[in-house]
């Protein structure tokens, strides 16, 4: 891509496992990343979000660390660049804000690099960082994702025929994914492998075909991590209980949580969002949509009047 000195960097958050698809399925959601990249002699990184205001302003910033290390990959010393964060994406509540921003530390590489990557080359290096393509994989194609990572090479599909709402109810505490996981069963037996990924898999299956009783049913029947990480999260089960009352066909950990998303038919979220809300003011709920997109880089002219 030619672009010219002022681009828009725009990466969606997402939400990864939906139960049961632990460390493989993800999906892009309309919370958003956006980086504002001018090439520049030094490297500048600001932010007007109060949230972002503790990140470094210059090349250790982690977006940036990201862009240069993809760059140096391909023998390439990165121009430096004046960049400006904004993100609505809340950090560490399980919605892929350090995947959105591994995948704006690629783009931004490939941009101001010129590199010419593909979508598939992208993957994998946001992988490689990652561990697994369940996030990186939502936020750099859109849609519900679906993949594998194995001897270091990244299979996934991306599905975008597929609609339904969510309400992210979101604690204040934070919960980083190394605690989250420290709670994981290191092994499991033959036959929790097996009913396991039954389950992971019927969910699928589920969601193509529209079927969300069943696969609310299987978000709930996680063998993974979700009674593992449950005990964590305040008042899962209350907020579990409430969300289906109000018409919710699933509830599931947001990735490692501390958020839970309760899913509901299209054009069912908004009065699930305010009935969430009345009934939890203490913490914050969100009514998301798919994001079917996934990044973008684009010219700043075009978003200049």
Same mark, same amino acid.
């Given at each position: ?27 892009? #959601?309309? %919370? ?10 030094? *490297? ?10 503790? @990140?470094?302003?210059?090349d250790t910033h982690f977006i940036c660390q990201i862009a240069i290390q993809t760059a140096a990959k391909y023998g390439i010393d990165l121009q430096p660049c004046k960049i400006t ?26 941009? #101001? ?16 960082? !990652? ?9 750099? @194609? ?5 993949? +594998?990572?194995?001897?270091?090479? #990244? ?36 036959? &929790? ?14 969601? %193509? &075909?529209?079927? *969300? ?6 978000? !709930?029947?996680d063998l993974f991590h979700q009674p593992y990480r449950k005990p964590l999260i305040h008042? $899962?089960? !209350? ?8 018409? =919710? ?6 990735? +490692?949580?501390? &958020? ?12 699930? !969002? ?10 914050? =709920? ?5 994001? $079917? ?9 075009? @978003? #200049?009047?």
């Amino acid at each position: 891509m030619n672009l010219n000195d002022r681009f828009l960097i725009k990466v969606p958050a997402s939400t990864a496992n939906l139960g049961p698809g632990f460390d493989s399925m993800g999906l892009a #959601v309309n %919370l958003y990343l956006s980086l504002e990249v001018e090439k520049s002699v030094k *490297w500048e990184v600001s932010s007007a979000s109060a949230e972002l205001m503790d @990140f470094p302003t210059d090349d250790t910033h982690f977006i940036c660390q990201i862009a240069i290390q993809t760059a140096a990959k391909y023998g390439i010393d990165l121009q430096p660049c004046k960049i400006t964060v904004d993100s609505n994406i809340p950090l560490a509540r399980g919605l892929g804000s350090s995947a959105a921003a591994i995948i704006a530390g690629i783009e931004l590489a490939d941009a #101001v690099g010129r590199i010419g990557l593909t979508q598939q080359e992208k993957l994998l290096i946001a992988t490689e960082i !990652e561990g697994h393509p369940d996030n990186v994989g939502a936020s750099l @194609f859109g849609g519900l994702v679906i993949g +594998a990572y194995q001897q270091n090479e #990244v299979d996934m599909l991306s599905i975008s025929n597929i609609s339904f709402e969510m309400v992210a109810v979101i604690p204040n505490e934070i919960l980083l994914t190394k605690d989250s996981r420290g709670v994981l069963p290191s092994e499991f037996t033959r036959e &929790t492998a097996i009913q396991a990924s039954s389950t992971a898999n019927l969910l699928v299956a589920a969601l %193509l &075909t529209e079927n *969300w009783e069943l696969a609310g049913k299987m978000m !709930e029947q996680d063998l993974f991590h979700q009674p593992y990480r449950k005990p964590l999260i305040h008042g $899962y089960q !209350e907020i579990e209980k409430v969300a289906k009352s109000l018409g =919710a066909f699933g509830v599931a950990l947001s990735g +490692a949580g501390p &958020t839970v998303l309760c899913f509901t038919e299209k054009g069912k979220g908004k009065k699930l !969002e305010q009935g969430l809300i009345s009934q939890f003011s203490e913490m914050t =709920a969100k009514l998301l949509t798919i994001d $079917y997109i996934g990044s973008s880089v684009k010219e700043m002219e075009r @978003f #200049v009047k």
